[in-house]
T-cell receptor, first 114, second 108 residues
Framework: EAQVTQNPRYLITVTGKKLTVTCSQN?????MSWYRQDPGLGLRQIYY???????DKGDVPEGYKVSRKEKRNFPLILESPSPNQTSLYFC?????????????FGEGSWLTVV | GQQVMQIPQYQHVQEGEDFTTYCNSS?????IQWYKQRPGGHPVFLIQ?????EVKKQKRLTFQFGEAKKNSSLHITATQTTDVGTYFC????????FGAGTRLTVKP
């Protein structure tokens, strides 16, 4: 089954404690991205990757890091989480980053930073 | 930069009533996609519009792309409780930009 898998689904952490949210897709997609969803703001892109070893900042990259060492994996790293990073995070992938490709979303990761 | 505005933010309807959500872009779009997110779920692709003035239908859902390719709408005829969720448009120029979404609730 084609899917985007992210973990953990739910996490409560404390300010400053580094955490990683993993994302994996089994569709051999070149393009992967991370979004955060906040009430009234919709989906805002954090980082995206057009292919292995190629990553770029989205609209709200501050406080986040990503890596793309393998095609299937695109982890999101919060080096020093802060409460304003409490949000619902979605990993997504598509065949490539060009026009016309459907975006497939993971189930979402609820992150609370206290 | 490119912005995609979506209205209304919320819409509450009685079952059987119609519903419409609108998207407007500050720039001309190459295409626009629509997604639905059920409560507690993740966004799921509904449809893509590419051509100026394009209209597509999926059962009770009608999607339109404006002549100038800067606006789009999603219309649901005779809403059902299964229609509840948040509907997002996503417009592409150089980048893909999501609207803030319209949250639809339906009273039985």
């Amino acid at each position: 089954e084609a899917q985007v898998t992210q973990n953990p689904r739910y996490l409560i952490t404390v300010t400053g404690k580094k955490l990683t949210v993993t994302c994996s897709q089994n569709m051999n997609h070149e393009y992967m991205s991370w979004y955060r969803q906040d009430p009234g703001l919709g989906l805002r892109q954090i980082y995206y990757s057009m292919n292995v070893e190629v990553t770029d900042k989205g609209d709200v990259p501050e406080g986040y890091k990503v890596s793309r060492k393998e095609k299937r994996n695109f982890p999101l790293i919060l080096e020093s989480p802060s409460p304003n990073q409490t949000s619902l995070y979605f990993c997504a992938s598509s065949f490539d980053g060009s026009s016309g490709n459907t975006i497939y979303f993971g189930e979402g990761s609820w992150l609370t930073v206290v | 930069g490119q912005q995609v505005m979506q209205i209304p933010q919320y819409q509450h309807v009685q079952e059987g009533e119609d519903f419409t959500t609108y998207c407007n872009s500050s720039t001309t779009l190459s295409n626009i996609q629509w997604y639905k997110q059920r409560p507690g779920g993740h966004p799921v692709f509904l449809i893509q519009l590419v051509k100026s003035g394009e209209v597509k239908k999926q059962k009770r859902l009608t999607f339109q792309f404006g002549e100038a390719k800067k606006n789009s709408s999603l219309h649901i005829t005779a809403t059902q409780t299964t229609d509840v969720g948040t509907y997002f448009c996503a417009g592409r120029n150089n980048d893909m930009r999501f609207g803030a979404g319209t949250r639809l609730t339906v009273k039985p």
